[in-house]
C-alpha cells in the first residue's frame, strides 16, 4: 500500500506563489505515474499536472489553464512530488489532492504526459488527503 501526505497549502493574494509537496510513504518502488489534481467547490475533480519519471526530470503534462504557471517536478529517489505554483488567480482556488497511478492500471506512460491519466481521475489512484489553497 501507499500513503500520500500534502502540505504547503494556504492563503496568498492573486499573484503570488505557493509550492506543494506530496511526501509518499509504503511501497513507493512501484509508483510511476504521479499527479496533482484540484477540486473546487461544486465542481469536478481535475487533473492539473503529472510526471512520468525519467531521463532530465521526467515527462511532464500541464493543464492548459495553469501551462507557463504552474511546474510539476519530482524527487526521484525519494517519489516526493511538488507542485510550485506562480501568478495565482482567484479560480485556482481549490483544494489540491496529491496521486499517484497504482499498479496494475490500465494506462501506459504515454497516458501520463499526454494528459490521458490526469483526464480520467481514475478510481483506483492512490491520494492524499488534500491541502487547500485560497487565492484572493
Known amino acids: 500500500h501507499v500513503q500520500l501526505v500534502e502540505s504547503g497549502g494556504g492563503s496568498v493574494q492573486a499573484g503570488g506563489s505557493l509550492t506543494l509537496s506530496c511526501g509518499a510513504s509504503g511501497d513507493t518502488y512501484s509508483l510511476q505515474c504521479m499527479g496533482w489534481f484540484r477540486q473546487a467547490p461544486g465542481k469536478k475533480r481535475e487533473g492539473v499536472a503529472a510526471?512520468?519519471?525519467?531521463?532530465?526530470?521526467?515527462?511532464?503534462f500541464i493543464l492548459d489553464s495553469v501551462k507557463g504557471r504552474f511546474t510539476i517536478s519530482q524527487d526521484s529517489a525519494t517519489k516526493t512530488l511538488y507542485l510550485q505554483m506562480d501568478s495565482l488567480r482567484p479560480n485556482d482556488t481549490a483544494m489540491y489532492y496529491c496521486?499517484?497511478?497504482?499498479?496494475?492500471?490500465?494506462?501506459?506512460?504515454?497516458?501520463?504526459?499526454?494528459?490521458?491519466?490526469?483526464?480520467?481521475?481514475?478510481?483506483?489512484?492512490?491520494w492524499g488527503q488534500g491541502t487547500q489553497v485560497t487565492v484572493s
Open positions: 510526471i512520468y519519471p525519467g531521463p532530465g526530470g521526467g515527462r511532464t
Open positions: 496521486a499517484a497511478d497504482p499498479p496494475g492500471s490500465p494506462f501506459a506512460p504515454y497516458d501520463c504526459y499526454s494528459g490521458s491519466w490526469s483526464t480520467r481521475v481514475y478510481e483506483k489512484n492512490y
